[in-house]
Nanobody, 117 residues
């Protein structure tokens, strides 16, 4: 099993910054990628950013240039630096870990990010 623990959410004014962290523990092997997803009230969960084991990153268009995903493979941790936050970034942010052979997704419990306008 894999456990993911997020931290760093909170309330911030528009234009401010927050940093999210995710720590993975348990049976950590055959990892293809880690990432952040978010879900706003009444909306579907959406991808924010992902990073592969080799460091290749991918971002949603809405956060490009504002958010930066990072990963420390030796510590099994992942971060998301969020700058220039907007009201529409308000959501619950979830840490994701994707394994292969077999393919399976693991999720954290989520951390609330609220941006006041």
């Amino acid at each position: 099993q894999v456990q993911l623990l997020e931290s760093g959410g909170g309330l911030v004014q528009a234009g401010g910054s927050l940093r999210l962290s995710c720590a993975a523990s348990g049976s950590i092997s055959r990892i293809s990628s880690m990432g952040w997803y978010r879900q706003a009230p009444g909306k579907q969960r959406e991808l924010v950013a992902t990073i592969t084991t080799s460091g290749t990153t991918d971002y949603a268009d809405s956060v490009k240039g504002r958010f930066t995903i990072s990963r420390d493979n030796s510590k099994n941790t992942m971060g998301l630096q969020m700058n220039s936050l907007k009201f529409e970034d308000t959501a619950v942010y979830y840490c994701n870990l994707r394994r292969y052979l077999p393919s399976r997704d693991y999720w954290g419990q989520g951390t609330q990010v609220t941006v006041s306008s």
